[in-house]
């Protein structure tokens, strides 16, 4: 037998035998990053097993779909006036500290300007905008110099996480 024929019936009989796994149930998925996650923040760190575990346990202000497409996570929605200069993020009901306390847009405003400084992505927002403050307890608003119309689809790159 030549020895591509060998490989080739190898690799067909392997295709062909039944595969063995159970059925999806109940259970506890467990998760096993690559490292351990020595920092718990991801701004002061660009380790992704930092990034992978904001993500498993922090609420961010929009989150990606199975299409990639930013959605509203921590926000209700938003809303975009003056061609596209100023922004208005509602937060949504229900966020709450581990405390029990609730998120207020100062606390969201807080989080941006400390991650701005340390992002690149950040460092370029703010340098962008005008203002950035919370109109009352739910409300984020952001007034840019010029349009940002992927400022959703940024903010739920994997890459901001610490924009939340």
Request: charged share 20%.
């Amino acid at each position: 037998m030549k020895r591509r024929m060998f490989l080739a019936t190898a690799l067909a009989s392997r295709l062909a035998a039944p595969s063995i796994g159970r059925a999806a149930g109940t259970g506890v998925l467990k998760f096993v990053p690559q490292s351990d996650v020595t920092i718990l923040d991801p701004i002061w760190t660009t380790a992704y097993v930092t990034r992978n575990h904001g993500f498993m346990i922090f609420d961010t202000l929009y989150g990606i779909d199975n299409a990639y497409k930013a959605q509203p996570q921590m926000v209700e929605g938003h809303t975009v006036e003056n061609d596209g200069k100023l922004w208005k993020l509602t937060l949504r009901d229900g966020l709450n500290w581990h405390d029990g306390t609730p998120v207020l847009a100062s606390d969201c405003v807080a989080s941006i300007q400390r991650w701005g400084k340390r992002d690149p992505f950040g460092q370029t927002l703010m340098a962008y905008t005008d203002e950035l403050s919370a109109a009352d307890d739910k409300t984020i608003v952001f007034r840019l110099k010029r349009p940002f119309p992927l400022l959703p689809t940024r903010w739920a790159n994997p890459e901001a996480i610490s924009a939340r």
